[in-house]
T-cell receptor
């Protein structure tokens, strides 16, 4: 158990819909990272938040957005869903104290499997 | 363009064998992560290294910054080591780049 929780575990929805994925980081971790893993693209970095502020953006679509709340949990919002958005969505947390991202171990949540029909 | 290559893509070995998975990248990096993804999908971070060598149990990770290469070794491999192993260099452009992974199968 990494200490990172993600809800829901599975989500099945229809094209055009909007969903929210939730991530609670390990206690004391300030950074939350969101990743997408699809069959054709592999793992891809989407976005990072550090202590409530957006820190880095990767291959995140404009239809997707995220935020990190004062209690440090984070939500990833996916809207106008398309079939190609079906994937595993992981969040990971890290201490990243001092702003040294990626040089701290990241702890991954169990993932949310999104299926868009 | 920041590129990552892992080899082999697939590896099948007998229990007890010494395993080596390689990762090469195109430009200088600040750090490199090795991840393990279990058949059920869960991801575990094995190592983060920026130089030299790290060891944890039967796992050893090395990195050669000058040669832009990292290796993950597993000694006395066991069927429970069967997983996909992914290297992820950090190129300093504020995002991790992931290799395509090596699927390891250990046969009892």
């Amino acid at each position: 158990d990494s200490g990172v929780t993600q809800t829901p575990k599975h989500l099945i929805t229809a094209t055009g819909q909007r969903v929210t994925l939730r991530c609670s980081p390990r206690s004391g971790d300030l950074s939350v990272y969101w990743y997408q893993q699809s069959l054709d693209q592999g793992l891809q970095f989407l976005i990072q938040y550090y202590n409530g502020e957006e820190r880095a953006k990767g291959n995140i679509l404009e239809r997707f957005s995220a935020q990190q709340f004062p209690d440090l949990h984070s939500e990833l919002n996916l809207s106008s869903l398309e079939l190609g958005d079906s994937a595993l969505y992981f969040c990971a947390s890290a201490k990243d104290q001092g702003g040294n991202e990626y040089t701290d171990t990241q702890y991954f949540g169990p993932g949310t499997r999104l299926t868009v029909l | 363009k920041n590129e990552v290559e892992q080899s082999p893509q697939n590896l099948t070995a007998q229990e007890g064998e010494f395993i080596t998975i390689n990762c090469s990248y195109s430009v200088g990096i600040s750090a490199l992560h090795w991840l393990q993804q279990h058949p059920g999908g869960g991801i575990v971070s094995l190592f983060m290294l920026s130089s030299g060598k790290k060891k944890h149990g039967r796992l050893i990770a090395t990195i050669n910054i000058q040669e832009k290469h990292s290796s993950l070794h597993i000694t006395a491999s066991h069927p429970r080591d069967s997983a996909v192993y992914i290297c992820a260099p950090y190129f300093g452009n504020e995002k991790l780049t992931f290799g395509t992974g090596t699927r390891l199968t250990i046969i009892p």
